[in-house]
């Protein structure tokens, strides 16, 4: 078991709907990532929070938008999504204390989202 | 030209064999590199951390940076079924939260 949760693992929605999709980190870190991966495509970076702040957001459209309301605890909130949307939604942590250092970052199993 | 190339494979070898996982890149900034292991449906499991040029041995898997020619390896021996899943290098640098990665290559060990 990893020590980022991803919830819900499958998700189906309509193209007028709204869902969230929620993570959890059990790690202690302060840094959290939204990443999607599409087939055969790298994964995209979507946001980057580093102590609750929104410091990376990556030509994201709108209809995505995240809230970090702790350093433990990521959402990604979706509203009137395309079907090109459809993928698999990872959540990642890392102990970045400023972007002088790195550590690895470390990632939950991920939501695969369906649009239809 | 990408910022991290990685051939997508897939690349099958025999059970036992030693296995050999390439990236190149293009940015001379990245200093920190990461490979990750994913099984299909499963999210991306960190295998090996390094910081910058050098070699780095954890188990049955080495993985090497070389810098100057800006080429990042990973090796595994005695590879075994298990091993089959898609390989994910990834890199960054200091001054951003930006992790790149390459497009993963697909292994199949067969027994």
């Known amino acids: 078991e990893t020590g980022v949760t991803q919830t819900p693992r499958h998700l189906v929605m309509g193209m007028t709907n709204k869902k969230s999709l929620k993570c959890e980190q059990h790690l202690g870190h302060n840094a959290m990532y939204w990443y999607k991966q599409s087939a055969k495509k790298p994964l995209e970076l979507m946001f980057v929070y580093n102590f609750k702040e929104q410091t990376e957001n990556n030509s994201v459209p709108s209809r995505f938008s995240p809230e970090c309301p702790n350093s433990s605890h990521l959402f990604l909130h979706l509203h009137t999504l395309q079907p090109e949307d459809s993928a698999l939604y990872l959540c990642a942590s890392s102990q970045a204390v400023d972007r002088s250092k790195h550590t690895e970052a470390f990632f939950g199993q991920g939501t695969r989202l369906t649009v239809v | 030209q990408k910022e991290v190339e990685q051939d997508p494979g897939p690349l099958s070898v025999p059970e036992g064999a030693i296995v050999s996982l390439n990236c190149t890149y293009s940015?001379?900034?990245?200093?920190?590199f990461m490979w990750y292991r994913q099984y299909s449906r499963k999210g991306p499991e960190l295998l090996m951390y390094?910081?910058?040029?050098g070699n780095k041995e954890d188990g049955r898997f080495t993985a090497q940076v070389d810098k100057s020619s800006k080429y990042i390896s990973l090796f595994i021996r005695d590879s075994q079924p298990s091993d089959s899943a898609t390989y994910l290098c990834?890199?960054?640098?200091?001054?951003?939260?930006?992790?790149?990665f390459g497009t993963g290559t697909r292994l199949k060990v067969l027994a």
């Open positions: 990834a890199m960054t640098s200091s001054g951003t939260y930006k992790y790149i």
């Open positions: 390094t910081y910058s040029s």
């Open positions: 940015n001379s900034a990245f200093q920190y």
